[in-house]
């Protein structure tokens, strides 16, 4: 094991994170929209759960589709 294992470890055993936010997917002009807003807080169980760090995440992407081709099956009768 290597030192930076064992200090990963250790903040796992001992920590807690608690995620809290609102995500949004859209659909927009041939794109799809991702934004969020995400509230982070890590806390120290072994402390009574006293808060160690926040965070305030805010992301936002947009994914751009150039052409889709949707094969369609009819069936034969």
């Known amino acids: 094991m290597s030192i930076i294992d064992d200090i990963i470890r250790a903040l796992v055993d001992r920590n807690e994170i608690i995620i809290k936010g609102a995500i949004t997917v859209g659909l927009t002009d041939g794109a799809v929209k991702l934004s969020a807003d995400l509230r982070t807080e890590i806390q120290d169980k072994k402390n009574g759960n006293k808060p160690v760090a926040r ?16 094969p369609v099956r009819i069936p034969r009768q």
């Open 55 to 70: 965070m305030l995440v805010p992301m936002s992407a947009r994914a751009v589709v150039d052409e889709m081709v949707i």
